[in-house]
């Protein structure tokens, strides 16, 4: 049997999005009946099973490490990968997946297969620029990935992308690309019932400057103050009460403690975070159009869908592919207060059977487009494809 190694400094088994895209790409690529093996920069003494797929320490204490520090880790777990691999026997190889560790793992990887005849895969799933100029000058992490996605991961040939933006960008550049938006091995459909005295909306996740929030807090409490007839109810999972009381929403408004309708639970488990989506009758999901949000694709919105819940968005990255107005989702153009809050309005006058029609869909769509088996056939042709 073929065999395909996932090597990462990510922690996996772990409730990133990384980690589950790692897992959710192996499952997949089991199905094509290769056998998987993922070296995970993981501090452990030996190897597991973590949902089928093997999964060997090739860490340092890597999650442990920060800036410096964290890409000599980098670089020692690769290493330490190299040596490893060497020992064994490469005539079933047919490839090794790169996720992550950028410019340190691909400078010796790249090396290393180009000795061996082994194709090298970069899985690219984002495109990361500093907030600020001078952090290109303070954060090495930023030197670390600019430098591999222009020079390094085309050198591979061979790259997995998560957007159409990163597919063309390595396209031009020559490479064999396949486009993986974020997948999901198991299905986690559950029954929803929505509620007439009230509308839950949920967002999980850390919004960071990613995610615009505040708009959104803005938005529900004019809302609730006008006394609609339905109190609409805001579950945040992924910041602490403090941290949402510091939106300049609440600050203007010098509100000190949090309204009864607003629930943070902060960091939550991967099965926590799953119960508020399923529980909420639309999750949100607000972010601007810039490089990074571009080349990236939003794993919350996958979850989101598999577990049938509709979402209240605007478009970024590849969403308008899957994502339609009325359809699946409520679309809206800007982030005005006014906008969110016409939104709202149009789900609070929405009765309880087209509620229904777009949870079904909603799940039809992640069934469709995000289940692994619905990239069966791309993901073999691209395997064929693969040079070295």
Known sequence: ?????YITPVLVPGSSAASRRILANAKLIQLLN???EIYSGLNISEKQLVDGVTVIPSGVGIEES????????????????????????????KGIILYSGYSFYLSPLLRWCKK?????IFDSVEWYTPTKFYHWFFKPYFWNTEVAMRYFIPKTKNVITISTFLDKYYREKKCTTVILPPLFYEKLNKKKSYRKSSLKLSYTGSPGKKDNLNQVIEAILELNNEKKSKIIQFEVAGITPNQLLNYKAFKEKNIRNLPENFITYGYVSMKKAQE??????FSILFRKQDKTNTAGFPTKI???????????LNYSSDLHLYL???IN??????FEITTIKKAINRILEMPTKKLDEMTKNALETADKNFLISSKKMTMNTFLKQIKI
């Open 1 to 5: 049997m073929k065999e395909i190694i």
């Open 116 to 120: 061996n005849r082994i194709p090298l």
């Open 324 to 326: 339609h107005d009325n």
């Open 34 to 36: 290769y056998k998987v």
């Open 66 to 93: 920060n800036g410096l520090k964290k890409l000599l880790a980098y670089r020692k777990s690769v290493l330490y990968f190299i040596e490893t691999i060497t020992k064994q026997d490469l005539n079933n190889l």
């Open 329 to 334: 989702a409520v679309v809206i153009d800007d």
């Open 302 to 312: 996958v979850e989101s869908l598999s577990l049938g819940t509709p979402i209240l």
């Open 276 to 281: 508020i989506t399923v529980n909420s009758d």
